[in-house]
Structures are given as structure tokens and as C-alpha cells.
């Protein structure tokens, strides 16, 4: 199967070295994710290193761009069609820094306000955060492998206690009021920890926080 390109990245049937994003990855194998023994990097407290402990920006052609959790295969991509700029750079990455020194908690994938947004595997709303960020709201997922995502800078009519299925329409992207842009900002848990997403450390988020870089390779 010939190679194919989509956005700003090309995805490729054999792994190759490619320069993706702020330094240089492995481009993992397309076109869909498989399960691998590989560890999902726990970010936790303000003490963790943003280089050494994230893996969407690695520090060199060797290092893995993404973990992905062993059931990811399952998941389905979040969003009606493809997004439309790389991930991988931009500060759209997680982990990149923002002005306030605050790290990047999710990774935003860029698409056309009003595109659907996709429920990735089957579970329950716990939470709708209203005013997430510049006029948009989030969606806070649970899923039945006790993992928990949030889907925001979105709108949706559904609330906490609304069961979801893999592949349901759960809401809509909508532009942000701050600069104008339209996209899903999508982060990932591992469900190790309880309570609020929203906590301290360098990323203002709850200690099981992961990074969500696998999500732009699913099918």
C-alpha cells in the first residue's frame, strides 16, 4: 500500500524517521494502532520533568512519539473527519509551554467549527465544564476501561450521568473567543486517581494525567 499523506504529517505502512513537531520521532506504524507493553507516561506533580516525561516532543530520532495504553486499538478517532493541521507542532502538542509557564495538559486537533465530535470508546458522562476555555465548554468522559477524557472546546446537550457508545456523535467543536480558532483539545487519563480533572502541578490537572499523542493515529 502506497504511503499517504494527510495534513501537515505523512503516515507511512513501514516505521520510518521523519522531522515531526518541535525535535525529531519515529513515525509509528498506520494505518491503525496496535496493542503494545508500552507505559503511558504519568505526568503527576510540578516535580516532573516536561522533557524527560512526556513523548510528544522526543529528544531524538530513536525516542517514541507517542505511548499508546494496550486497548487503544479499540478506540475510534474522536472527530468526524481528519484533523487539519499536525498535532505535533504549533504548541498544539502536550506538554508544550504556554505563556503563563503552565504546560499543556491535552493536544488539539485543529478542524473546521461544527465538526462532530466522536465518542472514542463506550462510558458515562461524569462532568460537562461550562466556560473550559474562551466561551467553549468540555466534556468529561469516564469509559468503561476506567480511563477518563475530556473533549473540550466543544458544545454538547449532553450532561453528567449520560451513558455513551463508541462512535456516538457527543457534541460539536465551536470556535474559541480567545483567537478565533476551532478545535478539540483532548486529554487523557488514566483513571489511577479520583475526583477533578483540575489540580496543580506544572499542568493544573489531576495526577493520572497521560499523554493523549496516540490519539491522532486512530482510525
Known amino acids: 500500500m502506497a504511503a499517504r499523506k494527510h495534513g501537515d504529517g505523512v503516515w507511512v505502512n513501514n516505521p520510518s524517521t521523519i522531522d515531526w513537531g518541535p525535535t525529531k520521532g519515529a513515525l509509528m506504524a498506520m494505518p491503525t494502532i496496535k496493542p503494545v507493553a508500552a507505559t503511558i507516561v504519568v505526568i503527576g506533580t510540578a516535580s516532573a520533568d516536561p522533557v524527560s516525561n512526556h513523548t510528544s516532543s522526543p529528544t531524538n530520532e530513536s525516542s517514541i512519539i507517542a505511548s499508546s495504553p494496550a486497548n487503544s486499538h479499540d478506540y475510534a478517532y474522536p472527530l468526524a473527519s ?27 486537533l485543529i478542524t473546521p467549527s461544527g465538526t462532530s465530535v466522536i465518542a472514542m470508546t463506550d462510558g458515562n458522562v461524569i462532568d460537562y465544564n461550562v466556560g473550559f476555555y474562551a466561551g467553549t465548554d468540555a466534556l468529561i468522559v469516564q469509559n468503561n476501561d476506567g480511563s477518563v477524557v475530556v473533549y473540550g472546546e466543544i458544545r454538547s446537550d449532553l450532561r453528567s450521568g449520560a451513558p ?52 491522532q493515529y486512530l482510525e
Do not use: C, W
Open 164 to 215: 455513551i457508545v463508541r462512535g456516538q456523535r457527543i457534541g460539536t467543536v465551536i470556535s474559541n473567543n480567545s483567537s478565533g480558532s476551532s478545535m478539540l483539545h483532548i486529554e487523557y487519563y488514566t483513571g489511577s486517581a479520583s475526583g477533578s480533572v483540575f489540580g496543580g502541578g506544572d499542568y493544573k490537572r489531576r495526577s493520572d494525567l497521560a499523554s493523549p499523542m496516540f490519539i
Open 82 to 108: 481528519r484533523h487539519t493541521a499536525d498535532p505535533n507542532t504549533g504548541g498544539r502538542y502536550f506538554g508544550a509551554v504556554r505563556s503563563n509557564g503552565r504546560l499543556h495538559a491535552g493536544m488539539d
